[in-house]
């Protein structure tokens, strides 16, 4: 990967991680919003906390995938497979750029989950 296509991607990165950073912080100020006294509403509430939250786990998880990128970018591991230290094809990149994994690797550990 050229140098200039990486400063690119680690600049998209960055404003990936700070919008999921921003929404992260909007879906905990919902959480933390009082609950409603009639115990109706507040089971109402109570669901859509759950979705918020799992909202807010995925955009976590997401954060921590990005920070991740970004270290692999200062540490020259960047587009290297964490599993078998190959390269990690520049179109999967493109499409994906937190991947720590080889598309090989990937489907891998894609197989090993989906079986019983
Ligand atoms: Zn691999």
Same mark, same amino acid.
């Given at each position: 990967m050229s140098a200039a296509s990486h400063e690119a991607? %680690?600049?998209?990165? #960055? *404003?990936?991680?700070?919008?999921?950073t921003l929404r992260l912080t909007k879906i905990t100020a919902n959480? *933390? *919003? @009082?609950?409603?006294?009639?115990?109706?509403? %507040?089971a109402k509430q109570?669901? +859509? #906390? &759950?979705?918020? +939250?799992?909202?807010? #786990?995925?955009?976590r998880t997401e954060i921590v995938k990005i920070s991740a990128a970004l270290k692999r970018m200062d540490t020259g591991d960047f587009g290297i497979c964490?599993?078998? @230290?190959? $390269?990690? +094809?520049?179109? %999967?990149?493109?499409?994906? $750029?937190?991947? +720590?994994?080889?598309? &090989?690797c990937a489907e891998f550990d894609e197989r090993r989950r989906a079986r019983p």
């Amino acid at each position: 990967m050229s140098a200039a296509s990486h400063e690119a991607l %680690r600049a998209e990165l #960055n *404003r990936k991680k700070e919008e999921l950073t921003l929404r992260l912080t909007k879906i905990t100020a919902n959480l *933390r *919003r @009082g609950y409603e006294a009639d115990s109706k509403e %507040r089971a109402k509430q109570l669901e +859509d #906390n &759950e979705v918020v +939250d799992a909202l807010g #786990n995925e955009a976590r998880t997401e954060i921590v995938k990005i920070s991740a990128a970004l270290k692999r970018m200062d540490t020259g591991d960047f587009g290297i497979c964490i599993e078998c @230290g190959l $390269p990690i +094809d520049e179109a %999967r990149l493109e499409a994906y $750029p937190y991947a +720590d994994e080889c598309i &090989e690797c990937a489907e891998f550990d894609e197989r090993r989950r989906a079986r019983p």
